[in-house]
């Protein structure tokens, strides 16, 4: 693949012919003349309406149960989660830019960087937990975990290594996976880690933490509808991507991001938080598997998984009353601050 030029002065100015990739644009952002309403749409939603400042969160009183109230076993856990949060939204940082370069349509490259800043919030967001609930020595450690931890160093090579191919050898064949690695972090691998903060908030810990995991959690819901729409129009733009080889790949891609996240899930939790076991991480992410899958057109992997199992979670996901409701084809729009303090 070709990545794109800055300016193409023989590129086509009218709209309806362009294309998610292999267009012709002038690549000047007209944005009289948007085809993707979608993805220009977000870009608004992700940009606009929801913002929000680490900082307005205090989390003194987490910090508190941190220290006193949480098991070894809750500290465990919340201390890797928070390690595979963070290298997760570091991928995202650095790899929305390479998707962007090969992407010929300008409101889509609009929605990318605005899904790259809130990835670089998320960032900035555990950084700001990591120093108000815990140590600074403990905290360098959670940055450093998997070099120490050969469970999380697996869970991290997942995605980097899709995300890898792509970057040293630009084919189509390694940018349709790449979009597709990239829909299996958004959509699936964060889940059992947000998971694992609610719980802990229908307890009553942390629930300051899980404020700023709620946030998250709603801008993540933009970030999968994102790219559910940019896999479903180059399925109808591109046909020629979506070989026999690729579909035969989404699905053994999906069941081996399907086995490390169960696993990951079980080696966090250890089967001894409150709320949550083995049983219900393995059927909670075949659940969103196939839910995933079917927003994209393909079949579920999990046919006795009809149900989700943790149905509870929706009402920890709320902010002000409004469901972050990830499951839904369309994102829900959020309140506007009136008022911006820094």
């Given amino acids: 693949m070709e990545r794109t030029v800055i300016f193409n002065p023989q590129g086509d100015r009218e709209a309806t012919h362009r294309r998610i990739v292999q267009g012709n644009s002038t690549n000047i952002m007209e944005l009289n003349r948007v085809k993707y309403q979608w993805a220009f749409d977000l870009y608004k939603t992700m940009g606009f309406s929801n913002f929000w400042i680490p900082e307005e969160i205090p989390m003194h009183e987490d910090k508190k149960q941190y220290e006193r109230e949480l098991s070894p076993h809750e500290r465990r856990a919340y201390e890797l989660v928070l390690s595979f949060l963070i290298v997760l939204d570091s991928y995202q940082v650095n790899m929305l830019k390479e ?4 992407i010929t349509a300008p409101e889509v490259v609009m929605a990318l960087t605005s899904q790259e800043f809130q990835e670089a919030l998320h960032s900035y967001s555990y950084q700001f937990i990591l120093e108000s609930v815990v140590d600074q020595g403990i905290a360098e450690e959670i940055y450093n975990y998997w070099r120490q931890d050969s469970m999380l160093m697996e869970r991290n090579k997942v995605i980097a290594e899709v995300y890898n191919s792509f970057i ?3 084919t189509e064949e390694n940018f349709i996976k790449a979009v597709f690695g990239n829909y299996v972090l958004e959509s699936l691998y964060f889940y059992s880690g947000f998971a694992f903060f609610y719980t802990l908030a229908r307890q009553g810990k942390m629930r300051n933490t899980v404020q700023q995991i709620k946030y998250i959690n709603r801008d993540e819901l933009t970030h999968v509808t994102l790219f559910r729409n940019i896999i479903l129009t180059l399925k109808e733009e591109s046909k ?7 579909e035969k790949w989404v699905y053994e891609f999906f069941k081996h991001a399907v086995n490390m996240e169960v696993q990951w899930g079980k080696y966090v939790t250890q089967n001894q938080i409150l709320g949550i076991n083995d049983h219900l ?6 659940y969103l598997a196939n839910l995933r899958l079917s927003q994209i057109g393909y079949k579920p992997l999990y046919p006795e998984v ?3 199992p ?3 979670i929706d009402t920890f996901r709320t902010i002000n009353d409004t469901k972050t409701d990830f499951f839904q084809a369309k994102p829900q729009t959020y309140t506007k601050r009136n008022e911006l303090r820094w």
């Fill in 306 to 308: 009809e149900e989700n």
């Fill in 168 to 170: 040293q050898k630009p």
């Fill in 281 to 286: 991480i393995d059927r909670y992410i075949k």
């Fill in 310 to 312: 943790m149905k509870w």
């Fill in 99 to 102: 998707f962007a370069r090969y």
């Fill in 240 to 246: 020629e991507l979506f070989t026999p080889e690729i």
